[in-house]
């Protein structure tokens, strides 16, 4: 008998979970499968001339290329800094460390706005704390692409760590005992041994950490000073457009962004469940 | 010394205590120090600068200024929108989780890349979209474009991750025993839920909802080209940061930003608080 | 001697590791510390390794002072209780890894691993990761890995603690015979004392942060320094006010020996060729263990009134000595 009703409560589904399913499926039909859609589908109305026009255009292949750039820079600072303090937080005793790990989380809370603001009145080349020093040496950061990578920076800095952490964690200390009493000194020990074994926390993190920072408009639009063709990136190409009435050139450009955005969830969802185990 | 019988008079062994890793050597020393320079010159310097930008003008010029009629009406809207939105999402956000760790159907894995998106997405770009199904092109016949509608719906799509992933791994991990039990005992599938799977899922319920309340307060990008930006109607306090920026008037901008900080800040603690909770239940 | 620890202390906070141990270790022998979980002996042994640092005192390997020294430097083998296996490198890369470290030539690195998977019997392994492995056969690649590097020492941590019985006492049965042919200094942590007495030439009892006794597996059983000790290697009852062995105990039914006590069968429990005999002595319930002649020879049943009486071969022995060989 108690078997037979064990088996039961697995195997029934009542009205009420058909109900649940069909409210989520539809709330993110709506929320977010159906307006995603029409972005594709608006961009491609005129089949693919919005795209072509776009990259025939020097000042979007450069704001494009400016955005890679940028992000490229930004992925590999944050994913040393990243690695490394991940490190740090986990294998050894910090002084405030209790502090430190919610800190490090604060840019994902921090509104974009409030970021650019920050940076500005620290890096200002006019009223900075710091700028007006840096621009007699011959630096400019803010209105210029220092200044885009910094912000940038910021805003994508916990994705790593929250992705190495746990990772770190979960793999343990002996591995690197055991390589170093095989010999191995510290920089041996990370590169043969500490590194292979977070590989894939690292990768989450570098996917992520792409696609926040290919995407970062805020932040951006504040410290960049938007000079079309110097400091304008896509994702200020998308307002500019729109605003000025070219909807296909914004729905293209939006496009291309979601299409890099989604290739990067469908890149860690799908790696993601192999590592699990 | 001379060893006796079992004796009593040694400290009594307790369990190994955790360990908070080795101290640091000279190299990870110069490591740490270099991360945090530069954590700080990113992040703690220029967030300092804000809030040390605000109290420079003195508490009557920090009062007025996010007293103002309009920076108090984008303000009350960017947390009274928040907070709907994340009421709604505690809501869905616990139930789209229980559909995804309980449930089984055909096609649940792009349910999964779903609730991603608005995570990955550029927040420009998740103003556009909703614009393509909620604005003036719509071809539903719903145009909420530069109303306060579109500020809820563009707060909606942005936070939907938060309570989903916060939830969902709790869930998973829960022991379907005890339901079991629960329900060889007499128990309804309405009171296991409520005796005793919700009491083991609201703190990651919380820590959800803070996180998604902290992001819709913080945004920005989402609703420039679908809320319209109209003064005292669906301006938020981004927008009201950003135009006092724009008009070079950097202290107000750094009093409002002050506001904002403290409410991430407030909610950090929150989140952090309730994740030292979460861990401890194991 | 191969290893001289002199005045070592550890704290963790508040918690005491280890309390001014002081212990030599001669060279190529066997030695097992033993202990109850807790009581420090995993710490000396990470001491020795350069795992953990001593608070207080010094550590000498081969006559080197090693307390210093970080764990890279040491050439000590070590080999952990859940492997620590290298899970992204082949069996075969694992064993070679402290000798890639040393850049040896690739020629003698492959002779040298080759060789190794031989001797632990995994030479058909060398391709496979670390998880297509059952828990034994990491151990035994572990210690492959350990050894392969030449350390002067060897050092395992509790190596059988997560194997299952069957597999443990097959290892245990293996590293007794592997260190008959390699004959390098090798110390093992373990809390049973079973596998202790069964494999170590010398035991190094440890409780509490401190050394209670050093000595031979038989030393040890037969002259334990003090009721730890006694209580720790076997079954004890008491009798009177004396701590022996229920096997070291014998009944009988008509004596007339002053030294024997009387009292009243109160339980019969047959375990295999063993009979466990509780017997009421006023207050006390003692236990006798027989062999299943000598206790049909007896014709027992419970309520049976009989003597007992330490035998005299065993009272001549022991009894209550001083501490022996403690520190």
């Keep these: 008998m108690a078997e037979l009703s064990h088996h039961r409560t697995r195997a029934r589904r009542g009205p009420i979970a058909y109900l649940i399913r069909l409210l989520v499926i539809v709330y993110l039909f709506f929320l977010v499968a159906w307006p995603v859609y029409l972005v594709a589908k608006n961009t491609f109305a005129d089949g693919v001339d919005s795209l072509t026009g776009l990259l025939e255009d020097p000042d979007i292949v450069h704001a494009l290329g400016l955005t890679v750039q940028v992000a490229l820079i930004a992925v590999v600072i944050n994913t040393v800094f990243g690695v490394g303090i991940s490190i740090l937080l986990v294998r050894y005793a910090l002084p405030g460390k209790r502090w430190l790990s919610p800190l490090l989380d604060l840019p994902l809370s921090v509104s974009p706005i409030v970021v650019g603001l920050s940076l500005i009145l620290v890096y ?74 977070i590989k894939w926390g690292v990768i989450y993190g570098v996917v992520l950490s792409l696609a926040r920072s290919l995407g970062e408009f805020g932040a951006v639009k504040v410290v960049s000073g938007n000079v079309l063709g110097d400091t304008r990136t896509a994702t200020l190409v998308v307002e500019e457009k729109y605003l000025n009435f070219d909807k296909p050139g914004a729905y293209a450009t939006a496009f291309l962004l979601a299409l890099v955005a989604v290739a990067c969830i469908i890149v860690v969802s799908a790696l993601r469940p192999k590592e699990d185990r | 010394m001379t060893a006796t019988a079992l004796t009593t008079d040694r400290p009594a062994v307790s369990r190994r205590p955790i360990r908070h890793g080795r101290p640091l050597t000279w190299v990870s020393g110069v490591g740490f120090g270099v991360t945090m320079m530069w954590f700080s010159l990113l992040v703690l310097i220029p967030l300092a600068a804000v809030v040390a930008t605000a109290a420079a003008g003195g508490w009557s010029n920090f009062w007025d200024a996010v007293t103002s009629e309009q920076t108090l009406a984008a303000i009350e809207l960017t947390v009274g929108t928040a907070f709907g939105v994340t009421v709604v999402n505690v809501f869905m956000g616990t139930l789209i989780a229980w559909v995804l760790v309980r449930d089984r159907f055909f096609g649940k894995r792009v349910l999964e890349v779903l609730i991603d998106i608005p995570f990955a997405l550029p927040t420009i770009v998740a103003g556009l979209v909703l614009l393509a199904l909620y604005g003036p092109i719509t071809p539903i016949g719903v145009d909420i474009a530069n109303t306060r509608g579109a500020v809820f719906l563009a707060f909606q799509f942005v936070t939907l991750p938060f309570v989903v992933r916060t939830v969902q791994p709790v869930l998973a991990e829960l022991d379907r025993d005890v339901e079991e039990a629960a329900m060889s005992l007499g128990a309804s599938r309405f009171t296991v839920f409520r005796r005793i799977i919700l009491p083991s ?20 990008g989402s609703l420039v080209l679908f809320s319209g930006n109209l003064p005292m109607k669906t301006e938020v306090a981004s927008v009201r940061i950003l135009s006092s920026i724009e008009n070079d008037n950097l202290d107000s901008a750094a009093a409002v930003a002050t506001i904002l900080l403290v409410i991430s800040f407030i909610v950090l603690v929150v989140v952090d608080t309730l994740q030292r909770r979460l861990v401890r239940r194991g | 001697m191969s290893i001289e620890i002199t005045g070592v202390s550890k704290r963790f906070g508040d918690f005491v590791a280890l309390d001014d141990v002081s212990v030599s270790i001669p060279s190529g022998g066997l030695t097992a510390l033993l202990g109850p979980s807790g009581g420090g002996k995993s710490t000396l042994l990470r001491i020795i390794a350069g795992l953990e640092t001593a608070d207080t005192g010094r550590v000498e390997i081969e006559g080197v002072d090693a307390t210093r020294l970080s764990p890279q430097k040491r050439n000590v083998g070590f080999v952990f209780q859940h492997y620590a296996a290298f899970k992204h490198l082949s069996v075969a890369r694992n064993v070679a890894f402290g000798l890639e470290i040393r850049k040896k030539p690739k020629e003698e690195i492959r002779a040298r691993v080759d060789e190794l998977l031989k001797l632990v019997h995994l030479s058909q392994f060398a391709d496979r990761l670390p998880a297509q492995l059952s828990g034994g056969q990491r151990q035994r690649m572990a210690l492959a890995r350990a050894l392969a590097v030449q350390p002067s020492v060897l050092l395992l941590d509790e190596p059988f603690g997560a194997l299952d019985a069957k597999v443990r006492k097959e290892l245990r049965d293996w590293l007794r015979r592997l260190h008959d042919e390699v004959h390098v200094t090798t110390v093992f942590v373990t809390h049973d004392q079973e596998e202790a007495l069964e494999v170590a ?86 236990t006798v263990t027989l062999t299943r002649n000598e206790f049909l020879a007896l014709d027992l049943r419970v309520g049976s009134e009989v003597q007992v009486r330490v035998a005299p071969e065993v009272g001549a022995v022991q009894g209550r000595p001083e501490a022996v060989g403690a520190v």
């Design chain 3, 201 to 286: 030439d010398e035991i190094v009892v440890i409780n509490e942060g401190r050394v209670e006794q050093v000595g031979s597996p038989d030393e040890l059983y037969d002259q334990p320094a003090n009721d730890f000790v006694m209580r720790f290697l076997g079954p004890v009852t008491e009798l009177g006010d004396r701590l022996v062995r229920p096997h070291d105990l014998q009944l009988l039914t008509d004596s007339t020996d002053p030294g024997a006590v009387s009292g009243r069968v109160k339980r019969i429990t047959r375990i295999g060729f063993e009979i466990r005999v509780e017997v009421a002595v006023g207050e006390q319930d003692v």
């Design chain 2, 201 to 220: 899922l609201t703190p990651a319920i919380a820590a959800g909802a803070a996180l998604s309340f902290a992001r819709g307060v913080s945004e920005y």
């Design chain 1, 124 to 197: 200002g080349g006019r009223t900075g704390w710091f700028g007006p020093a840096l621009e007699d040496a011959g630096f400019q950061i803010i209105y210029a692409t220092p200044g885009i990578v910094l912000a940038t920076v910021f805003v994508a800095l916990p994705l790593v760590i929250r992705e190495v952490v746990p990772v770190l964690e979960e793999v343990g200390e002996e591995q690197e005992q055991a390589a170093r009493s095989l010999g191995a000194n510290a920089l041996q020990t990370f590169w043969r041994i500490t590194l292979p074994s």
